[in-house]
């Protein structure tokens, strides 16, 4: 069995209100009874992409566990991957994909961004990536991970700028039937869907929280009060995937 927690859309700005919603979670984390294989942080870890911003996140990020995450549409490659994950160059043009194996799971953590907007898009270059990933330990079951969530949630706020191109991905995923679920963020709701088959999991948001999608229209459209949520989804051996969702007071 494999236990893992996602969270997503930090938004760090150098602040300490923002700090301090991340780290009560993080707190949460790392002080539960039973161990965590891994926490997953599904992007918009910065909101301006800047160095500073990932110096704070390495700092409120920091746990026993492995923490495992890909870039959203606020973070910047360069400085992500410079400061995150320890690389010594690279700027913005190429994506920034990752693979780990815990737990006896793959992690394939692909960067959905598209440099200067706010829609999500997989290069090809990082769909080839993902089919050699996969095709390399096919009895492992395998988490495909990244930022936007590749089809509407009827969220209009959302909807617009979600990831584009997804037949591309359902290609690629359909000829691989190890991969338990598909793991993303950006909406700062939690939702549960299906995509290709398999399920498609959204992580609810740390910095605030989508209004409820029939409830746009009626206000701002995320409420910055509501508690910071995370997802736990638990992977038995029989690939048999369950996940809760929390909010913490």
Not at 182 to 190: D, F, I, K, P, Y
Not at 221 to 232: K, L, M, N, T
Request: proline share 9%; with cysteine; charged share 20%.
């Amino acid at each position: 069995m494999l236990v893992l927690t996602q969270l997503s859309d930090l938004h760090l700005d150098g602040g300490e209100r923002r700090a301090a919603r991340a780290e009560r979670i993080m707190d949460h984390l790392n002080g539960l009874a039973a161990p965590l294989d891994a926490v997953l942080v599904t992007g918009d870890i910065a909101d301006h992409g800047a160095p500073e911003e990932y110096e704070q996140a390495l700092k409120v990020l920091s746990s026993p566990y492995p923490v495992l995450t890909c870039p959203g549409n606020h973070d910047a490659r360069g400085p992500y991957g410079r400061v995150l994950l320890g690389r010594e160059s690279g700027g913005d043009a190429a994506p920034v994909n990752t693979a780990h194996r815990i737990g006896g799971a793959v992690f394939a953590l692909c960067d959905s961004t598209v440099p200067g907007e706010d829609r999500g898009f997989l290069a090809d270059e990082t769909l080839a990536w993902l089919d050699a990933v996969l095709a390399a330990e096919p009895a492992a079951p395998a988490f495909v991970c990244f930022h936007h969530p590749p089809v509407p949630l009827h969220a209009p706020y959302v909807d617009p700028i979600r990831q584009f191109g997804e037949e591309r991905l359902a290609a690629v995923i359909a000829r691989h039937p190890q991969v338990a679920a598909l793991l993303c963020g950006h909406a700062h709701t939690a939702a549960a869907t299906s995509f290709a088959g398999r399920p498609l999991l959204v992580a609810p948001g740390v910095v605030s929280r989508l209004v409820f999608p029939w409830r746009e229209g009626e206000g701002e459209p995320v409420d910055y009060e509501a508690p910071p949520a995370v997802a736990f989804h638990v992977l038995h051996d029989d690939q048999r995937l369950v996940t809760h969702y929390r909010a913490l007071p």
